[in-house]
């Protein structure tokens, strides 16, 4: 019956470690996929308002984002301004923006482009009245007021 | 004598690799952007005549440059307009001086003589969904000034935003026993919207304050 008798002095063997590189890698390309390098600088201070009915955009690709809101550097002014791209920009400019941001997207996208208008909740509204109406003109009317949670 | 060959040690890899996990743990910006959706009016094509609405189906909301709430002609607070809104749009007792209804089959009729076949077809499915569902005819109009703050303005949009939901959600929880949010059928969400349509209406802003 020797055959089933337990080997005497059983150590606890050593955990096998070779697979944990594989596994930390897993987890970094995963991260890697994930993240998003943010591709504009703001110039403009944008603190944004709460609002508890919220909805999350959901692909990204259709969203361009307007800022409105007093430069980040006292320097350049107090009043508000708005910023497309990296650069500040008038009210005149907003729709050939839209215009060239939609120009660049697939055609069958075209119709569902969202635009995120980030906005500082000390704006007032004359100023987003008026990129609202830009907006309409460039017929791109859907719009997401960005707030938070 | 056989040589031993050498192997590399692949101890510290781990280490590496939890390096570059680290970084891009720590560069990894997953800002979702939240926010409340909106459909701005299309540009009316040349001079339109401004549609007719009856009275009783207006719920009218003026925002001053103080952000002060005037909400149908009295003094309002924001918090007050979500429970004013819903009872506004539902109208359960149907009270004359609120919307009045009209039955999804009535306005199939009405949208079939103006000649819009996707808009007919949409509300064939949402009788089909939910059957005959009389839909408020109710305008949520919202005025502010160029002074507003643009807080204030969407708080007041925010609190809109919660009473259609809330009325959605009603619906949605007595036909599918689930919330509007939850719903996954895109018919079943086509047909919640068609009975329960969001109507804000906003008008050119004031300009009271002065130029801003």
Redesign the interface.
Same mark, same amino acid.
């Given at each position: 019956m020797g055959r089933f008798t337990k080997k005497a002095g059983n150590a606890v063997p050593a955990l096998n470690t070779a697979s944990l590189p594989d596994i930390i890698f897993m987890l970094l390309f995963f991260f890697m996929v994930t993240t998003t390098f943010k591709k504009t600088d703001v110039l403009v201070q944008v603190r944004q308002p709460k609002a508890s009915e919220a909805e999350k955009l959901e692909k990204k690709s259709l969203v361009t984002y307007i800022y409105i809101g007093t430069p980040a550097d006292p320097a350049l002014g107090t009043g508000q301004r708005i910023q497309i791209n990296d650069a500040f920009a008038d009210v005149a400019d907003v729709a050939a923006f839209v215009e060239s941001e939609r120009a660049s997207m697939p055609e069958q996208e075209k119709s569902k482009m969202i635009t995120s208008l980030k906005i500082d909740k000390a704006s007032h509204m004359g100023l987003v009245t008026d990129v609202k109406q830009e907006l309409r003109k460039a017929n791109a009317l859907n719009i997401n007021y960005s707030s938070k949670k | 004598m056989a040589r031993l060959k050498p192997e590399i040690n692949?101890g510290s +890899? #781990?280490d590496i690799?939890?390096l /570059? /996990?680290i970084f891009? /743990?720590v =560069?990894?910006? +997953?800002d979702? *952007?939240? &926010?409340?959706? @909106?459909?701005? $009016? $299309? /540009?009316p094509a040349k001079e339109q005549a401004p549609t007719e609405v009856s009275r009783r189906n207006v719920f009218e909301i003026l925002i001053n440059s103080h952000d002060e709430l005037l909400i149908n002609g009295t003094h309002g607070t924001v918090e007050a307009i979500r429970k004013q809104v819903i009872d506004f749009i539902s109208n359960p007792a149907e009270d004359p001086a609120k919307p009045e209804k009209e039955l999804l089959s009535v306005r199939k009729t009405r949208e079939a003589e103006q000649g819009n076949f996707a808009e007919v077809e949409a509300l064939q499915q949402a009788i089909e969904v939910l059957g005959d569902y009389p839909v408020s005819q109710g305008i949520i109009s919202l005025q !502010? *000034? @160029? &002074?507003?703050?643009? *807080?204030m303005?969407? @708080?007041v949009? !925010?609190e809109l935003? #919660?009473a259609y =939901?809330h009325l959605r959600d009603d619906l949605s929880r007595r036909h599918f026993g689930v919330a509007y949010a939850r719903l996954r059928d895109k018919r079943h969400i086509q047909a919640i919207d068609k009975a329960i349509p969001m109507n804000i209406s906003e008008a050119? $802003?004031l !300009?009271v304050g002065g #130029? @801003?």
């Open positions: - | 692949a +890899m #781990a690799a939890f /570059l /996990l891009f /743990l =560069t990894a910006t +997953m979702v *952007d939240s &926010g409340l959706k @909106r459909r701005l $009016p $299309p /540009l !502010n *000034d @160029r &002074g507003t703050s643009y *807080d303005y969407l @708080r949009h !925010n935003t #919660a =939901t050119e $802003p !300009n #130029a @801003r």
